[in-house]
């Protein structure tokens, strides 16, 4: 097992680099326009599809949607209180901030928590779904760092969670 010295290194090290992709003005605004779109104007804009589409049929996944999402929201907000780590350009000057953050703390990245279980229950509703949700999904994870606002484990943790929340919203 590695020392909490070398995770950190790692961590700030795959930051920066992530980061450092944000020099080009494309990558920019891809990003930008990537996170913008995961703060929830994809997720609620396919739903309403899925509603206008699928009427009657698409209102059990799209409750299920808004129950897995609202448990997201408590739970990401509970530990980011708990936690109280500071994001990765507050601690490095090396590390720019591209877009301003919605909240104060880094850990762990809500975006990434939303996008997975946001994904993953509507593919499994609908599975033609995954050719463009897991995609949107890893572009929306990926925003976070190269924006310079989550260090890959607040990623990862957030992916993890969302995935153990989505998974759980359907043992009920």
Request: glycine share 4%; with cysteine.
């Amino acid at each position: 097992m590695l020392p909490i010295k070398h995770i950190n290194h790692l961590d700030l090290s795959l930051c920066l680099r992530f980061n450092h992709a944000s020099q080009h003005a494309w990558v920019r605004r891809l990003f930008r326009t990537v996170s913008r779109m995961g703060d929830g104007i994809f997720w609620y804009t396919l739903m309403i599809l899925l509603l206008l589409f699928y009427r009657y049929e698409a209102l059990l996944p799209v409750v299920h949607m808004l129950l897995a999402g609202g448990t997201c929201t408590l739970f990401y907000k509970w530990l980011k209180k708990k936690t109280s780590r500071p994001r990765p350009y507050q601690v490095n000057p090396d590390i720019e901030c591209i877009t301003a953050p919605l909240d104060r703390f880094s850990f762990p990245s809500g975006h990434t928590l939303h996008a997975v279980a946001f994904s993953m229950v509507a593919v499994a509703y609908y599975p033609f779904l995954s050719w463009i949700v897991f995609p949107f999904t890893l572009l929306v994870a990926a925003s976070r760092m190269i924006l310079g606002l989550h260090y890959p484990s607040d990623v990862i943790a957030g992916a993890a969670i969302g995935a153990s929340i989505a998974w759980i919203s359907f043992q009920f």
